[in-house]
């Protein structure tokens, strides 16, 4: 589903269509696929879904794939939690423990 999703967006094997690729996302996100949760929260952290970023719905996601273990998601809440986006102030406790997290997962970019 995800996949698909994804061939929908970028054009691969099929015509693009993003309204579509959209709707299979959501999908693959409502099943909880973990990989499909991530970049359903990158993609709102970063505002191409909506227009504008929405980091306190992606923190929820990205929460929801490190629930699942995603290495990735918990560099991406680490970074939200350290420079205060989508929570009321930043919190460098928890975004060390993630960073840290991310680290025990072997996430390189974590390790800078």
């Not at 191409?48 to 794939?65: C, E, S, V």
């Not at 350290?82 to 060390?96: C, E, K, L, T």
């Amino acid at each position: 589903m995800f996949n698909y999703a994804r061939s929908l967006e970028q054009g691969i094997g099929v015509e693009p269509d993003p309204q579509m690729a959209k709707k299979y996302v959501l999908r693959a996100v409502a099943k909880g696929y973990v990989v499909a949760l991530v970049a359903y929260a990158n993609a709102v952290n970063a505002g191409t879904l909506f227009g504008q970023p929405h980091p306190a719905i992606a923190n929820k996601f990205y929460r929801l794939a490190i629930e699942q273990g995603d290495g990735i998601a918990m560099l991406n809440y680490a970074c939200n939690l350290q420079g205060g986006r989508g929570i009321d102030q930043p919190d460098a406790v928890a975004a060390n423990r993630y960073f840290l997290m991310a680290i025990a997962k072997e996430v390189s970019p974590a390790m800078l």
